[in-house]
C-alpha cells in the first residue's frame, strides 16, 4: 500500500485533504491499458477525436461549479480560477479547431522526376504529462489535449501541492467511455513522477530546471523525447521613450498575477535612468492599490502564496536582498493571515546582479527595479541570466523596442506589454538557456511534435533506376 500524502489548504494553512500514490505496479498496469486502448483511438480519426473531446468539455461545463470550488481550495483564488476554467474550456475548442488540417497527409513530387513522396505522421502511443501546482488545471492539459487529438493515450500526473482538481475531471471522463479508456490522472509526489517517466513513449513536464534535469536523465536513459518547460526569470526593459503609463500598469500586471506565481512573470525591471525616478513612483502608485485577497478571496487581487516552501523562497530573496542594500518601496515581507502566507505587491530598487532576487527564480509579487545608461547595457543585463523563457520590452515605437527585442536571449517576447505567452497561443517559441528543451508547446508544433513524421517514396515508373547495378 502506499503511502498517503497530506495537502495543505493555502488559505488556512490545514491539511484538509488526501491523496493516495498508486504502486508501481499498478501506475504500469494503468500505463499499459491505456497503450492498449490507443490504438483504437487512433482509428477513429480525427472527426471521432474531436467529438469525444467536446463531449467531455460540455460535460465539464454542465459541473462547472464542483471543478471552481476545486481549483480555489487548490489555490486560494477565485478569479485566476475561473480564468483558468475558461482558458481550458477555450483551448479545447482553439485545438479542435486545427487539429484536422493539421493531421492531413501531403503528397508532392521531389526532385527527381519518378520518385514521388507522401508525407504521413503517426502519434507516440502513450504521453506522459506532469504538471506544477501554479496552475494546476491549465498545466495539467496545456499538453494532453493536443497529445489527444494527435492520436495518442495520456496519462497525467498533477503536482501532489494541488491535486483537488482531478476528481471533478475524472468524474467528468466518466461520461466519455471513448476518452476515459485513453486518459487518466494519477495522484502522486516525485516518485510517482519518475516511475511514469518508465511507461511511457513520451514525455512532457513543467516545472523547476533541478527537477527538469531529472526528467531529461531519465527519459535519455528509456531512449524517449522529453519536452521540458522550466524555470523563467524574465526581464523587461523599458526604453526612454516609453510610455511610462502604460509600461507600469503592464508591468505590474506581468509581475503580480497569480501572486506572481507563473513562469512567465516578469521577475527583472530594466529602466532608462533618465526615467527611473518617475517609473519607480507610478509602478509604487500602482501596487499599493492592489490588496490580499482576505478575508475572502473576493477582498482583492493578490491571492496566498500557494506551496509553502515557495513562501521561505520569497522570504529568503527578500532578506538577500535587504542585506546587500536593497531599498523596499512598498510591500516587503511575508504576512501570515488565517494560516496562510501571504505577500503584498513589492518594488525593490538598489538591486544589482549579486542579489538572488534578480539572478534566482523568484515566483512572487516582487519587481526589483534597475536602471541602465546605454540600451546596450541594457540588453547585457536582460541576458546575463541562466534563464530565456520570455520578457518584455517598452518603447515609443514597436520598430524601436523589436530592435531590442531581437538581441535579446528568451523564446517569446512581448512587445509594449508584459506576459502575452500567457494569452497568446498561436506563436512557435522555444525556450533558450535552462528554460526548457523541446519543441514549442505554442503553435502548430504544439500537435504535431506529439507524432513521428513517415515518409513514403513511390516509384511512379517501371524502368531501370539509374543507380541500380546493371544485371543485363
Avoid at 28 to 37: I, K, V
Avoid at 160 to 186: C, G, Q, S, T, Y
Avoid at 306 to 323: F, G, N
Wanted: charged content about 20%.
Amino acid at each position: 500500500m502506499s503511502k498517503a500524502i497530506d495537502v495543505r489548504n493555502p488559505r488556512t494553512g490545514k491539511f484538509d485533504y488526501v491523496i493516495i500514490p498508486p504502486p508501481a505496479k499498478l501506475l504500469a498496469q494503468q500505463c499499459s491499458r491505456l497503450r492498449r486502448s490507443q490504438k483504437s483511438w487512433q482509428q477513429l480519426g480525427i472527426e471521432g477525436r474531436v467529438e469525444a473531446l467536446q463531449q467531455w468539455k460540455q460535460v465539464i461545463s454542465s459541473g462547472r461549479e464542483k471543478l471552481t470550488e476545486a481549483l480555489v481550495n487548490d489555490t486560494g483564488r477565485v478569479s485566476i480560477s475561473v480564468m483558468e476554467i475558461d482558458s481550458f474550456v477555450s483551448s479545447i475548442d482553439r485545438w479542435c479547431k486545427v487539429a484536422p488540417e493539421l493531421l492531413q497527409e501531403s503528397q508532392k513530387n521531389t526532385a527527381i522526376p519518378f520518385i514521388e513522396l507522401k508525407q504521413t505522421a503517426v502519434p507516440y502511443p502513450l504521453v506522459g504529462v506532469i504538471s506544477p501546482w501554479n496552475f494546476p488545471l491549465l498545466l495539467s492539459t496545456i499538453d494532453t489535449i493536443p497529445a489527444l487529438l494527435a492520436g495518442c493515450a495520456v496519462i497525467v500526473k498533477p503536482s501532489e501541492i494541488a491535486p483537488r482538481f482531478v476528481a471533478p475531471l475524472l468524474a467528468a471522463l466518466n461520461n466519455v467511455p471513448k476518452l476515459r479508456d485513453v486518459l487518466n490522472f494519477v495522484e502522486g509526489a516525485a516518485e510517482t513522477g519518475s516511475a511514469l517517466i518508465e511507461n511511457v513513449d513520451l514525455v512532457c513536464f513543467t516545472g523547476g530546471v533541478e527537477t527538469g534535469r531529472k526528467v531529461a536523465e531519465t527519459a535519455a536513459k528509456y531512449f524517449i523525447p522529453a519536452f521540458l518547460e522550466l524555470g523563467g526569470k524574465d526581464p523587461a526593459i523599458v526604453l526612454e521613450s516609453a510610455d511610462l503609463d502604460l509600461a507600469t500598469s503592464a508591468i505590474l500586471w506581468g509581475s503580480v498575477v497569480n501572486t506572481g506565481q507563473s513562469c512567465q512573470s516578469i521577475e527583472r525591471i530594466y529602466v532608462a535612468e533618465s526615467i527611473m525616478e518617475p517609473f519607480v513612483k507610478q509602478l509604487v502608485d500602482k501596487a499599493q492599490r492592489l490588496k490580499l485577497a482576505y478575508p475572502t478571496a473576493e477582498s482583492g487581487e493578490i491571492g496566498p502564496i500557494i506551496a509553502e516552501r515557495q513562501a521561505a523562497i520569497v522570504s529568503d530573496h527578500l532578506l538577500d536582498a535587504a542585506e546587500l542594500g536593497a531599498v523596499v518601496h512598498c510591500g516587503g515581507e511575508i504576512e501570515t493571515h488565517g494560516g496562510g502566507w501571504w505577500c503584498r505587491p513589492t518594488v525593490l530598487t538598489q538591486v544589482n546582479h549579486t542579489m538572488k532576487v534578480m539572478t534566482e527564480e523568484t515566483f512572487g509579487p516582487i519587481m526589483p527595479v534597475m536602471s541602465f545608461s546605454t540600451v546596450e547595457e541594457a540588453i547585457t543585463l536582460a541576458n546575463d541570466s541562466i534563464y530565456g523563457l520570455s520578457a518584455a520590452v517598452f518603447a515609443g515605437s514597436d520598430a524601436e523596442a523589436i530592435e531590442v527585442a531581437r538581441q535579446i536571449d528568451a523564446g517569446g517576447i512581448s512587445i509594449n506589454d508584459a506576459s502575452l505567452t500567457a494569452l497568446v497561443h498561436e506563436g512557435e517559441k522555444n525556450s533558450f538557456k535552462f528554460s526548457g528543451l523541446g519543441g514549442s508547446r505554442m503553435g502548430k508544433t504544439g500537435l504535431t511534435r506529439f507524432m513521428r513524421k513517415k515518409a513514403f517514396l513511390v516509384k511512379t515508373n517501371s524502368g531501370s533506376d539509374p543507380w541500380w547495378f546493371d544485371n543485363k
